[in-house]
């Protein structure tokens, strides 16, 4: 049985991946109309405070053609509460897309997460499969990479 939730999971894993993806391309729209800068949105909660800027579904919902985009297929209850599966960096909120600072420090494009899973949805598929991350520069990894380690 455990091979068998493995195998399941994995095929929820890649269209979570694809989703990201999705939303990786809405994200280079979003920039191109908006001279080079990305978005300024933050997470959507039930405690949202009225003068946060709105959350990613408000946001990118013309780019994106579908907001359900946003539901990753392992989600069993974040989207129904939060409108997204995934977290979105709000470090980066309206910085200038080829030029990303984190406190203050330069960062290349292909170290910075842009959305990644709220949850390790993903843990059935084995230790550091849990999440997703939508990088920068465009690419997907199932597991964060922080420089210097493996």
């Known amino acids: 049985m455990p091979v068998l939730g493995r195998t399941k999971e994995a095929g929820r894993s890649t269209k979570c991946l694809s989703n990201l993806h999705q939303i990786g391309i ?3 729209v979003y920039v191109d109309e908006n001279n080079n800068h990305l978005p300024c949105m933050y997470d959507f909660n039930t405690n949202q405070i009225p003068t ?3 959350s ?6 013309n780019q994106l053609g579908s907001t359900k985009v946003l539901l990753c297929p392992s ?3 974040l989207y129904l509460t939060t409108h997204s ?6 470090l980066i909120n309206g910085q200038t897309a080829d030029r990303l600072k984190i406190i203050g420090i ?3 494009p292909h ?5 990644f899973d709220k949850e390790d949805f993903h843990k059935a598929r084995g230790k550091g499969k849990g999440q997703n991350f939508l990088y920068a ?5 199932n597991q964060l990479t922080i420089e210097g380690t493996k």
Do not use: E, R
Request: no cysteine.
């Open 26 to 28: 809405a994200l280079m």
């Open 52 to 54: 946060n800027p709105p």
């Open 56 to 61: 990613p579904d408000v946001v990118l919902s």
């Open 75 to 77: 989600d069993d209850s």
């Open 85 to 90: 599966s995934y977290s979105w960096n709000s």
């Open 106 to 108: 330069n960062f290349d």
């Open 111 to 115: 170290q910075i997460p842009l959305f």
């Open 137 to 141: 520069d465009g690419h997907i990894k």
